[in-house]
């Protein structure tokens, strides 16, 4: 087996003799090189095994690598990120995952200080994350320009390379403050999951407003960037994304979140006993093992209805046939893509930081640190060695 100070100095060698040859064009280069190296090196170090080494120590094993471009100040960097298999939870601490979102929710408390909300749990807040209570209002407008750089190309990042046949799209709402006046901002975000069954959030938008035109807006900047390929999406029945949608993908199939609907679905109801025995209904509709048993079961639901709570009958009839698109997808896909509960998983993690902050000192903060956290999350998927989904399940009649 190779030495590791033999490695270092093949290395080495290979930088000096790039350099020589290309002077500082071939810094990019050996920036790659050297990146490339200390991850691989860590990655053994995670797994407690240098590659092919019997070791009794060891946690895992490697999976090959995963290409990954870096924005960086010498340029775009495509380095080979090194995958695991195991127990061992491993991402190269070259490649700061969450350390954005954590600079984007320390600016945000820092932008609340400087511009005057410097209450007692403000500064508190601000001594645990920055380690002082002094900054000053160019301190954070410096280190806030550095990270918005950043953001903006993940933001606005090609997705031309891959196509993304499924589409989740959800909103959530956060405070922020406009002119003294604390409005309600809405966040817009997009999961896309490739033909390989992994999953990307595609893009997010903040505005004062779900309305249509935010969502319209949002959707075609995505279609601008390079999204192509979709047949699929998944989300709640939002009026202003219903109508964004059907104007942006006219012709591509809809799925109505059924755990909203079954939510909705609740409020006609007309006696709080008869609850469980809807909510039950509506489940053996959904977990049904084919369209037509749904479809059949659905009918035979609202007929039951139909005298006793008409209001109920009606709404089911019109709304619940589209929570049913599903059942056009693989068997194996539609547990997944029923609900919007993967963008849901997601809403809670912002929420679990912006409630540090609970109201944003204006729009600009609060889209910096929600892009800052999905970047990361999106990191963290793209570089899982496993996938969201399976689109080459095994054939039933495999032999085992």
């Known amino acids: 087996m190779t030495h590791p100070n033999q490695d ?55 999976n090959g690598f995963k290409k990954k471009t870096l924005q960086t100040r010498l ?21 700061e995952r969450g350390q954005r979102s954590e600079r984007a929710l320390t600016l945000a408390i820092a932008e609340m200080y400087v511009q005057g909300v410097s209450t007692r749990r403000v500064s508190a807040i601000l001594k645990e994350l920055a380690g002082t209570l002094e900054i000053s209002s160019t301190q954070v407008s410096r280190a806030a ?32 403050r406009r002119d003294g006046v604390v409005l309600d901002c809405a966040v817009l975000v997009a999961i896309g999951i490739d033909a ?93 093992p084919s369209l037509q048993l749904a479809e059949a079961l659905l009918k035979k639901t609202v007929s039951t209805y139909r005298k006793s709570a008409p209001e109920l009958a009606l709404w089911l009839e019109k709304n619940l046939p589209e929570t049913l698109t599903v059942f056009a997808l693989p068997k194996e896909h539609r547990a997944y893509l029923r609900t919007s509960n993967l963008a849901e998983r997601v809403n809670q993690e912002i929420k679990r930081r912006t409630r540090v ?28 060695s496993q996938t969201y989904l399976n689109f080459n399940p095994p054939s039933r009649h495999q032999s085992h």
């Not at 298999?85 to 070259?94: H, I, K, L, T």
């Not at 012709?251 to 469980?276: D, E, M, T």
Request: glycine share 6%; charged share 20%.
């Open 8 to 62: 270092n100095s093949s290395l080495l060698n290979q930088i000096v003799n790039h350099l020589c040859a290309e002077g500082s064009d071939g810094l990019a280069e050996a920036m790659r090189l050297l990146l490339n190296h200390a991850m691989r090196a860590e990655r053994s170090q995670a797994l407690g095994a240098a590659p092919y080494e019997r070791s009794t120590t060891r946690k895992g094993h490697a």
């Open 75 to 95: 340029g775009e960097l495509t380095v080979d990120v090194p995958q695991v298999r195991g127990e061992v939870d491993f991402y190269p601490s070259a490649l």
């Open 145 to 176: 320009a550095q990270l918005d750089e950043q953001l903006d190309l993940w933001r606005n990042r090609s997705l031309e390379e891959v196509a993304y046949p499924y589409l989740i799209l959800d909103a959530r709402y956060e405070k922020v």
């Open 196 to 288: 390989t069954g992994q999953r990307s959030i595609l893009g997010v938008s903040t505005a004062l407003s779900e309305a249509q035109t935010h969502w319209s807006d949002f959707l075609k900047s995505l279609q601008e960037r390079g999204l192509h390929g979709t047949v699929f999406i998944v989300s709640d029945d939002h009026a202003g994304l219903n109508a964004a949608r059907r104007a942006r993908f006219p012709g591509v199939a809809w799925q109505r979140c059924q755990f909203h609907l079954q939510q909705n679905a609740l409020h006609y109801v007309p006696k709080i006993a008869l609850r469980k025995t809807v909510a039950a209904q509506l489940r053996e509709i959904f977990n049904a």
């Open 357 to 384: 902050a609970r109201i944003f000192p204006n729009p600009k903060s609060l889209l910096r640190l929600v892009t800052a956290l999905l970047c990361d999350i999106s990191d963290h998927w793209e570089s899982s």
